[in-house]
């Protein structure tokens, strides 16, 4: 029911679309957004939606515009052309009332340094009180959903209890990335925005990251933006991946359907008289059986691999970068012979 | 309840918060301090000397003249700087992302500087009534003239101070900004009468709200003949509250639009992109 879209492949345009869903249902809906800093454009007709609930990841090579995309859609850049809708506003002339219904996470740097985490989240929590209650039209929470987020409630929702009445500047990095997030949750947002969110986690805190993004999705029925260079997140995260490159998006789709994009790219190793080989098959089944056919049981060491997200983004990314230059994915029918050990 | 409102209170809230902060962190304390005591040093050192021409003491005459340069050299300093340095460390980017959240942040910025301006002032006026004999704290014609003074002096300076912060393009630009409000002192009459400066100095130095202010707590504490060493001979008292309307007119008329702009381009990226300057900078 997704749609996969490659740009290039389907229309060059990249009219995304979700066919059955009316466009008032999008928590965002972005058709052909163009940014355009001088000479140089960095976003050439980006499109994509978001139902509500929906956690999905924008994926890209570093300048391919994830940042800027972002920045526009939090209501803080001005774009260059194109027609985006964010909790059906145009973010551009977003008022506070639409304000008050998005959380962004900023990086942080050292702001409010003097200031207690308690403190803090309860004077930022309060601006979002004339806000409380049943959502404008647009809006899908459930009345009577009060905010600002009771702020007892959220410090143990982010893990900082113990370091509630502590001065920010004395929070260890992890500590202070969750104290990030808890602000940009504090007004119980329906649409969240997270730009690298886990960057400088230590595996635990990471972990700790997904689940309360697990939490927020499911409980508080949270629209999720999230921009990661670490596709093992995305996987476990994004219902929707979406790959940004050369300022368009090349692919749009679960993280099971990106991958089955480049299943004809499995990886078949195997080793025979202490030789070992690497081939990749367009149809591995086929390929093993032949295999098995000609040496039988001499073969050893058998491995047949899917390609990975990781293997699907590179080639995705590879391609939309060297488009027009001509050369597509290769085909890679040729075998491999990788170092030669014996035994 | 009105949206506004709320984060006009909250505002207030935010300033009276980060004025507790400032007089519980010790090393913004001893900034504090060491300010109001080289002052006091300063006068202690000159009190024996007499303004020219009279037999009253430099120290005290100075001290009355500290008090507007307190109010008139926060204002537009303190204020700037702080802009610079929380738009640098993405404070104003945090503010930007809640709604209503500039509006908060700058009432609280007015709250915060202009409790600062006031309880500086008052130590020293405290401080100098207990040292120095001949301020006349007593009258009530002092406190009717110090009052609207310091009071219009926060406004004529606050506004601009603004304005200056959103000019200025890094919180190390801004130091300038300190070491020419120095400069402006030097020439506003603060530590010596004015009238013994070359005459086109005196005509710079007039046209900031800094002398103004110098003269306004100066007529306010000092005896009437101590007026005979200004210009005119006079403590100008209806000069002295237009000049200061005017710069507050001024300020409070460019401000909004300033911070405006300044508002408008603040992003997650450009705070990511001084901060990468600024590490830059100290790295190399």
Known sequence: ?343 | MNASWVAARAGVRRGWIELKHTFTTPSDLVTLLIFTGILLGVMLWTHNTTVPGTHFSLGTAMLASMLGMTVGFNGLATLGSILTVEREDGTLLRAKATPNGMTGYLIGKVVTVSGTILISVAATLITGALLFSGLAVGSASTWLTLIPVVLLGLLATLPIGAVLGSLFPSARSAGLLTLAMGGLAAISGIFYPITHLPHWLQWVGQMFPLYWLGLGTRSALLPANLASVEVGHSWRHLATFGVLSAWAVAGLLAAPILLRWVARRESGSSVAARREKVLRQAAG
Do not use: C
């Open chain 1, 1 to 343: 029911m997704s749609v996969l879209n490659w740009s290039g492949v389907l229309s060059p345009s990249a009219a995304w679309h979700v066919p059955e869903e009316p466009a008032e249902n999008l928590v965002l809906d972005v058709r052909d957004l163009r940014m355009r800093y001088g000479r140089t454009d960095v976003l050439s007709g980006v499109s994509f939606g978001a139902r509500r609930g929906e956690v999905l990841a924008l994926l890209g090579p570093n300048g391919a515009g994830k940042t800027t995309t972002i920045e526009i859609l939090e209501g803080f850049r001005m774009r260059s052309s194109g027609q985006v809708s964010v909790l059906g506003t145009d973010p551009a002339r977003g008022g506070e009332a639409w304000r008050a219904r998005i959380g962004v996470v900023l990086q942080s740097w050292r702001d409010h340094g003097k200031w207690r985490v308690r403190e803090l989240l309860a004077h930022l929590g309060s601006y979002y009180a004339p806000y409380s209650g049943p959502p404008g039209r647009g809006g899908s929470r459930a009345p009577g959903v009060p905010r600002p987020w009771d702020v007892d409630e959220l410090i143990a929702t982010v893990g900082l209890t113990e370091q509630a009445g502590q001065r920010v500047r004395r929070l260890s990095g992890g500590q202070r990335r969750r104290l990030d997030v808890a602000i940009g949750i504090v007004g119980r947002p329906e649409l969240l925005f997270l730009d690298e969110p886990t960057a400088g986690f230590d595996p635990e805190a990471r972990r700790e990251f997904h689940d309360l993004v697990h939490r927020l999705a499911d409980r508080e029925e949270a629209t999720i933006l999230l921009t990661t260079h670490d596709l093992d997140e995305a996987e476990k995260l994004a219902d929707r991946i979406l790959i940004l490159a050369a300022g368009r998006i090349i692919a749009d789709g679960s993280a099971d359907e990106l991958s089955r994009l480049m299943s004809t790219e499995a990886e078949v190793r195997w080793s025979r008289d202490g030789q070992r080989f690497v081939h990749s098959a367009d149809e591995p089944t086929r390929f093993v059986s032949e295999l098995f056919r000609q040496y039988g049981e001499s073969v050893e060491d058998l491995e047949v691999r899917r390609a990975s997200l990781e293997d699907t983004y590179m080639a995705l990314v590879r391609q939309a970068e060297s488009e027009g230059s001509g050369s597509g994915l290769g085909g890679g029918d040729a075998i491999r012979k990788f170092a030669v050990v014996a035994g």
